[in-house]
């Protein structure tokens, strides 16, 4: 790292840390430098730090009630509702907060994408960011099977069944993902032993995530590689933790909001009615999260069309840092880019509206039309613009679009006068 | 180029000590895979007899074999002449009617969509079979795929007739 050598204060800080350098840990996790721009579309990775943490406690807490069997869970669910102190709370949290989880990790990911935040010298982080969106969607969908409702059954029986697309070897990979003939008690089982683990390993890439992310540093709102030595970082703590702080706690109210007025308002009612494996509900949809790639794969008029499609929407995610060919990485200075980015915006949540319809008349058109244009945008747009895009000039530092602005400065220094005495020399 | 690389004693060491290492690890790991793979108990429910006794002609009744429903369906004369008479150049997944049903009065399918395995709705559809609620698949009276993302006709199991009122399935 870039910090000059830590030394701990006392004796037993240096003893411990020639051993372990836990402390030295610490103290780069306080001062790692942060550019002093940073606005508060980057305070969500710590919010997402949050809410995993947060699904990983009620996740342990609900585990110590809910009984994974076929003839049991459904009850137990209740059991925890009704019978244990707290239990709905808990369980509210937990289902919420997989919600709030997906939220703040679309915002995050779109954050990323307007300020190209996945360009050089930040793949690996993107990469890996894109891993755990991965392992948080396959978490997610097999926690939704767990309380063995009818959207739990018939979701598990839609998505276990995408395998079977696979040419040759799909049936016996869907009878080996459900250990039996159709999704039943092994499969509910081994859901529940993969929705424990998953988590962990998620931890563990936020780890990695975090650590590539440390090596050349936060990417800011302007784009620019940041000077280090010249003021224009701020250390992590305590400038982005208050700041982080602040955000969390702003989203924590929305959070709440949901869980004690709205706790049932993005689920399915339909999953209060115990899995039935006789009945199909009469309109399968997802949690609203996966709502984009459900409308994908359903925009597709071929079984295995529609599942490659849905798989290289995630997947071509990970090919972005060498499809967007533009040198620029923010969209502040990239005009045509910017715009595209809202009509990829208006494009994913259309595609959620749309996985939510069913699949019939302009909704099928419409889908149809979204997933070519989500294509399109990252395929041929994007490599195309790196080559044909006129961009705006980008400034020497990322203090000039703030100090370059008329009459800013005058306006500090007559601030500045009204503290005289207090240090006013150190401002300049 | 042309100068040869003669394998040295210690290739071959190398070479044996990571066949044996992935062999053993291979081994290891096996029994990890195939214990998701259906399981004795599952297996030994593979074979489900059924009364159709009380079925009346027109009526379909829905019995569950392996944890999936099947649809047995007593077809009317009109169903039968229909599902015979459709033309094979009209079908995604080509086959007669004849080899769907050992008798044509009965009809007996997997009650599984072929697309993603929802349960299709019986006298549904444009096609007076069945039809598809999650991804709109229509099946016709011999279940066999008309229209939609379905790839194949429902699926028949294997059956028989043990007496005349009695279907074995499995």
Not at chain 1, 16 to 29: E, G, Q, V
Not at chain 1, 85 to 90: H, K, Q, R, S, T
Not at chain 1, 308 to 337: C, E, G, N
Request: aromatic share 14%; charged share 15%.
């Amino acid at each position: 790292m870039n910090e000059t050598k830590y030394i701990p204060k006392s004796k037993l800080g240096q003893w411990l840390d020639s051993r372990l350098p836990l402390l030295t840990l610490s103290h780069h996790l306080q001062s790692y430098p942060t550019p002093k721009n940073l606005n508060y579309w980057w305070t969500f990775g710590g919010i997402l730090t949050f809410c995993l943490i947060t699904q990983i406690i009620t996740g342990l807490v609900l585990a110590m009630h809910y009984v994974a069997h076929v003839d049991h869970a459904f009850q137990s669910i209740e059991h925890i509702m009704r019978d244990v102190n707290y239990g709905w709370l808990i369980r509210y949290v937990h289902a919420n907060g997989a919600s709030m989880f997906f939220l703040a990790v679309y915002i995050h990911i779109f954050r990323s994408l307007f300020y190209g935040s996945y360009k050089t010298p930040r793949e690996v982080i993107w990469i890996i960011g894109l891993i755990i969106y991965i392992l948080m969607m396959a978490t997610a969908f097999m926690g939704y099977v767990l309380p063995w409702g009818q959207m739990s059954f018939w979701g598990a029986t839609v998505i276990t069944n995408l395998f079977s697309a696979i040419p040759l070897i799909g049936e016996s990979i869907t009878t080996w993902l459900w250990g039996g003939y159709s999704v039943d008690n092994p499969t509910l089982n081994r859901f529940y032993s993969l929705h424990y683990l998953l988590p962990f390993l998620t931890f563990g890439l936020v780890i990695l995530h975090i650590w590539a992310l440390h090596v050349p540093g936060n990417n800011n709102p302007i784009g620019i590689d940041v000077k280090k030595n010249n003021n224009e970082t701020m250390p992590f703590h305590p400038y982005m933790v208050m700041k982080d702080i602040f955000a969390l706690l702003v989203f924590i109210a929305v959070f709440l909001w949901f869980v004690f007025f709205a706790p049932n308002v993005l689920g399915h009612p339909d999953n209060y009615i115990e899995a039935n494996p006789l009945v199909t509900p009469a309109h399968i949809v997802p949690e609203w999260y996966l709502l984009p790639f459900y409308a994908i794969l359903r925009a597709i008029p071929s079984k295995l069309g529609g599942v490659i499609f849905m798989f290289a929407a995630i997947f071509i995610l990970m090919l972005l840092p060498w499809l967007d060919t533009s040198k620029v990485r923010s969209a502040v200075f990239r005009p045509i880019y910017k715009k595209l980015f809202w009509v990829l915006v208006f494009t994913v949540i259309l595609l959620g509206y749309l996985g939510a319809k069913p699949p019939e008349g302009i909704y099928l058109i419409l889908s149809r039309v979204a997933t070519a244009y989500y294509f399109i945008h990252f395929l041929i747009l994007l490599p195309m613009l790196g080559r044909y895009e006129k961009t705006d000039p980008l400034p020497m530092s990322i203090s000039d679009p703030v100090l370059d602005k008329p009459g800013v400065l005058d306006k500090f220094k007559k601030v500045a006068s009204k503290y005289e005495g207090e240090n006013v020399s150190s401002f300049k | 180029m042309s100068k040869e690389i003669k394998p040295k004693r210690r290739d071959f060491l190398f070479t044996a000590t990571y066949t044996i290492g992935a062999v053993g690890l291979g081994s290891a790991i096996w029994p990890l895979v195939h214990q998701m793979n259906p399981d004795s108990s599952v297996k030994a429910l593979l074979t489900t007899e059924v009364d159709i006794s009380n079925v009346e002609v027109g009526k379909t009744i829905t019995v569950l074999w392996r944890g999936k429903p099947i649809f047995i369906k007593r077809r009317t004369p009109k169903e039968i002449e229909e599902a015979a008479k459709v033309d094979l150049k009209d079908l995604k997944d080509p086959q007669k009617d004849s080899d769907r049903a050992k008798n044509p009065e009965w009809l007996v399918m997997v009650g599984v969509c072929t697309h993603l395995g929802c349960v299709p709705l019986g006298d549904k559809g444009e096609f007076k079979g069945w039809f598809c609620p999650c991804h709109g698949s229509h099946y016709d009276s011999s279940g066999r795929i008309r229209k939609g993302p379905a790839p194949k006709n429902l699926e028949i199991p294997k059956y028989e007739f043990v007496d005349s009122n009695t279907i074995k399935i499995g």
